[in-house]
């Protein structure tokens, strides 16, 4: 490596699930990869705050960016939970209409699904919608069921693609604020990125960077879209709702997007929301009491019987939505080696692991001079998560426990996370609490951390060899404690 810079193959910026499904999709060959996010912890953006769908694919029109990836992509994810060990579970949709003018949107959809290549679509009546799913509100009189649809846990499909491409030599750098591009004298090709970290260097730049896309376009001279960030709000449930859905349930879509959902998630809480709030602002992330009242009752013409006293946490995540209403994926004319995976919006969690097949075929085919794609013989393709010992069989907890003692030590009550767990967590790259969490799951249940946050700051102090002062909740200026309350005693005769 040159002094002053880092040398790569392949600069990908943005660690979302795009990002993320690329660097791993990337790795299979011999390229030296750098993905760079200026997050403390992935996921972050979007990839951290949706709706955890895998969509059918029935909603997008048939011709459009999206249609061509979703479906596909609900394929890949049914192929990959095992090999990568992320959970996904396969609970089907529902889309709900209520009057007649609403059942003929149905029919539109399920045309769409067909052209699209969706499996096994159907229209149910609301009293066979009620048989399946008995706290659905009698004022829905029709249903399209989706069976491919499924849940996915975000937090771990995200780090399964990353830490695979990390297992298979992708560079992971966080904190890293992409600044500027560096081009050629002539200006007419990449050369890589400038950063608050430095320059990095990579004759081909995949931008993936979420709602700042269009931001990181325009530095490569493509003016083509603008974002404007949608915000959209959420409510989480205690696990003591599960068993109230089934499946995932939506309203009929409208001109502002798929509408307030109510969701069983892949650990068994419920999920309700978002809301759509177009805003200027790129990083609010705020919620509303406005907002979560519109969130909340949109979900009760859904399942009236929601217990609103079981809610425990609320959180909002921002979309990248194009005033094209598509995708923008694709090399870009203006600057030879910069590569637009931009504006990627719902279902573009759904559409990744087929959007990074794609921009494998694109820069083999597009870019081929650049970056030579030679297989990498010793590419590994599968991966393990930490071991969910809440889940597990006592006497796989037993065999666990005898093997390292730690795993006794529950940190985190709501979850049963042990200290083991949060101790591989961070063996593998969390720095945070926020990290910590979704690696483990410790801090997301009832208590949100009332009970496991301290235990889990003091294991990051100890392991990191920091005070406990200068852990973070998500890096940056989170920090959590100010000082000691009071000093240790320390023997002696007390004053």
């Given amino acids: 490596m040159s002094q002053g810079y880092r040398q790569?193959?392949?600069?990908?910026?943005?660690?979302?699930?795009?990002?993320?499904?690329?660097?791993?999709?990337?790795?299979?060959y011999r390229l030296r990869i750098a993905v760079l996010d200026k997050a403390s912890d992935l996921p972050s953006g979007a990839s951290r705050a949706n709706s955890a769908m895998v969509h059918g694919g029935f909603d997008d029109k048939p011709g459009t960016v999206k249609a061509s990836f979703c479906a596909a992509g609900?394929?890949?994810?049914?192929?990959?939970?095992?090999?990568?060990?992320?959970?996904?579970?396969?609970?089907?949709?529902?889309?709900?209409?209520?009057?007649?003018?609403?059942?003929a949107h149905l029919e539109l959809l399920r045309e769409q699904g067909r052209a699209n290549g969706v499996p096994k679509l159907e229209i149910l009546s609301g009293d066979e919608l009620r048989s399946r799913e008995p706290h659905a509100s009698e004022a829905i009189t029709a249903a399209l069921w989706c069976p491919s649809a499924a849940i996915v846990n975000n937090f771990e499909a995200v780090l399964a693609f990353l830490d695979n491409a990390q297992a298979n030599g992708a560079e992971l750098f966080l904190e890293t604020d992409v600044t500027g591009l560096l081009k050629s004298p002539d200006g007419?090709?990449?050369?890589?990125?400038?950063?608050?970290?430095?320059?990095?260097?990579?004759?081909?730049?995949v931008n993936a960077a979420g709602i700042h896309s269009d931001e990181l376009s325009r530095m490569a001279g493509d003016e083509s879209f603008r974002i404007t960030p949608t915000r959209g709000e959420y409510y989480i449930f205690d696990k003591a709702t599960d068993g109230l859905v089934k499946g995932f349930f939506f309203p009929c879509p409208s001109k502002r997007g798929k509408g307030i959902t109510v969701a069983r998630t892949?650990?068994?809480?419920?999920?309700?929301g978002p809301n759509s709030v177009p805003q200027e602002a790129r990083e609010d992330t705020s919620t509303t009491r406005e907002g979560l009242e519109e969130v909340f009752e949109g979900a009760k013409k859904l399942i009236p019987s929601i217990p609103r006293n079981l809610a425990i946490t609320t959180f909002a995540g921002i979309r990248a939505n194009t005033d094209t209403g598509?995708?923008?994926?694709?090399?870009?004319?203006?600057?030879?080696?910069?590569?637009?995976?931009?504006?990627?919006?719902?279902?573009?969690?759904?559409?990744?692991?087929?959007?990074?097949?794609?921009?494998?075929?694109l820069l083999r085919e597009e870019?081929?001079?650049?970056?030579?794609?030679?297989?990498?013989?010793?590419?590994?393709?599968?991966?393990?998560?930490?071991?969910?010992?809440?889940?597990?069989?006592?006497?796989?907890?037993?065999?666990?426990?005898?093997?390292?003692?730690?795993?006794?030590?529950?940190?985190?009550?709501?979850?049963?996370?042990?200290?083991?767990?949060?101790?591989?967590?961070?063996?593998r790259g969390a720095r945070t609490l926020a990290a910590v969490k979704i690696w483990t799951r410790a801090g997301a249940g009832r208590c949100q951390g009332g009970?496991?946050?301290?235990?889990?700051?003091?294991?990051?102090?100890?392991?990191?060899?920091?005070?406990?002062?200068?852990?973070?909740?998500?890096?940056?200026?989170?920090?959590?404690?100010?000082?000691?309350?009071?000093?240790?005693?320390?023997?002696?005769?007390?004053?």
């Fill in 8 to 28: 790569h193959d392949v600069i990908i910026v943005g660690g979302g699930i795009v990002g993320a499904a690329i660097a791993r999709e990337l790795s299979r």
């Fill in 74 to 103: 609900n394929r890949l994810y049914h192929e990959l939970c095992d090999l990568l060990d992320f959970r996904l579970v396969p609970c089907g949709s529902y889309v709900c209409a209520v009057g007649e003018e609403e059942h």
């Fill in 188 to 205: 007419r090709e990449v050369q890589g990125v400038a950063t608050n970290r430095g320059e990095f260097r990579a004759p081909v730049v």
């Fill in 266 to 272: 892949a650990d068994g809480n419920l999920l309700l």
């Fill in 326 to 361: 598509d995708f923008h994926i694709g090399a870009v004319k203006s600057l030879r080696g910069f590569v637009n995976v931009a504006g990627i919006k719902s279902p573009g969690f759904t559409s990744a692991p087929a959007i990074a097949l794609h921009v494998v075929e």
């Fill in 367 to 427: 870019l081929g001079d650049r970056i030579p794609l030679a297989e990498d013989p010793a590419f590994v393709p599968e991966r393990r998560h930490i071991p969910r010992f809440a889940e597990l069989p006592m006497e796989e907890r037993i065999a666990l426990t005898r093997q390292d003692a730690r795993y006794g030590q529950i940190v985190c009550r709501c979850e049963t996370v042990t200290e083991a767990q949060v101790l591989e967590a961070i063996r």
């Fill in 451 to 495: 009970f496991c946050g301290p235990r889990v700051v003091e294991i990051l102090a100890r392991e990191l060899g920091v005070s406990p002062e200068e852990i973070t909740r998500h890096g940056g200026h989170s920090r959590l404690l100010t000082g000691a309350t009071k000093e240790p005693w320390l023997g002696g005769e007390e004053a």
